[in-house]
């Protein structure tokens, strides 16, 4: 017991100084998940902060530039532009120069004085569906904001009082980057596939297959350095998403580190396996992105919902240990939730991680003795 304990000591203080050592294994291993997420969060970025209108005020009554008041008092929306026909407002949306065209008609603020409804048209680009989808939104709010000023109601018939919970404003970007972190922390979990393959193309492998270090003593050694290397970078991503993008962490610090733990372990243990068939690093990035990367963008209910139409898709999403840390990273940011509360998400990738170790140290194994 002694002597394996020593082994697996031996090995981690040499994947550290291996790390220690290679900028590029440090980069990949702590700095890359805050530079990723960082990428990540500007381009999946959904909200629109601020559009440019153009206005075509075909009634210049005092109700129509109150009305205009209204839509821009935030400065979210700005009036850029003012159309003087038709024409010009296709040419500004042609050539982009707005974002949405609004058009009040004749008769506007008589139809308002008389307690009328009044057509008002949105023209908008729709070449971007979100942005034009958050727009035309927008422009609804306010125009409720509007009516209702003026008349005591927002003309409908009876009164919705809504309110949303852990995202008040209902901001993409928060529910986005907790998501993300568990894209960019396959990064650190790559690295291993990448020092086991490193190792084969320098003949490191085979000096440490004359050495009496065991294949489990082995893994074990990796799996303790490359993750305690992958919970510094998680905290450092974690220090942007609070700090530069201002999401809210609700949550315990401390579970949300032992949770990521165990998306690590999952995670490392199918790079383990795929460290073991492959004997070149470029091979093996890109069959880590392939299998773990990529997938993970489309179905882990990150971008888009689970697709529960089939037993197929449903099988592909859940054996995607992302699918159950976005849930962990969510729940534990946003709503400040338990283990006891994660706990399905939190076993299933303890048995994922558990299932790829052992299969790992089999092959092992008989290559390591």
């Known amino acids: ?3 394996s304990l020593r082994r697996v000591a031996a090995m981690i203080i040499k994947e550290y100084k291996h ?15 805050a530079v990723l997420l960082t990428l990540l969060t500007y381009v999946f970025s959904f909200n629109v902060q601020e559009a440019d209108l153009a206005i075509l005020n075909q009634d210049q009554s005092p109700q129509s530039f109150e009305y205009i008041r209204t839509l821009t008092a935030d400065g979210d929306l700005t ?53 034009a989808g958050q727009i035309a939104n ?9 009516t209702h000023s003026l008349t ?21 970007q928060y529910s986005m980057v907790p998501g993300l ?32 270090i065991r294949g489990g003593e082995y893994l074990i050694g990796k799996l303790v350095v490359y993750l305690s290397m992958g919970l510094i970078g998680t905290l450092l991503a974690l220090g942007i998403a609070v700090f530069w993008f201002k999401v809210p962490f609700r949550g315990s610090l401390l579970i949300y580190l032992l949770l990521t733990a165990d998306y690590l372990f999952a995670s490392m243990g199918v790079c383990l396996i795929v460290g073991h068939f ?10 880590v992105l392939l299998l773990l990367f990529i997938p993970s963008f489309f179905q882990t209910g990150l971008s888009f919902p689970i697709d529960r139409s089939s037993i197929g898709s449903l099988i592909s ?38 299932i790829a170790l052992v299969v790992s140290t089999a092959l092992f194994s008989k290559k390591v003795q």
């Open 138 to 146: 927008s422009i609804e709010q306010r125009t409720v904001v509007y």
């Open 19 to 33: 790390i220690w050592f290679d900028s590029g294994f440090l980069f990949l291993t702590v700095f890359s998940p």
């Open 181 to 212: 972190m568990a894209l960019v922390l396959i990064l650190p979990a790559m690295a291993v596939a990448l020092g086991m393959t490193r190792e084969k193309e320098t003949g490191t492998f085979e000096t440490l297959s004359s050495t009496p």
């Open 79 to 131: 009036e850029k532009l003012v159309a003087q026909n038709y024409a010009e407002v296709q040419e500004f949306i042609r050539a982009s120069r707005v974002d949405a065209v609004l058009i009040i008609p004749p008769g506007f603020g008589r139809d308002l004085a008389a307690g009328n409804r009044t057509p008002v048209s949105l023209i908008v680009d729709g070449t971007d569906p979100s942005t």
């Open 152 to 172: 005591g109601n927002a003309y409908i018939p009876f009164d919705v009082r809504m309110r949303v919970w852990f995202n008040p404003n209902l901001e993409s």
């Open 1 to 3: 017991m002694w002597n």
């Open 278 to 287: 492959v004997s070149s690093q470029r091979t093996a990035t890109s069959i």
């Open 317 to 354: 999403s859940y054996s995607l240990p992302a699918t159950y840390f976005v849930v962990i990273s969510r729940g534990v940011a946003l709503k400040g939730l338990s283990v006891s509360a994660l706990l399905p998400e939190s076993l299933a990738l303890f048995g994922m991680g558990l």
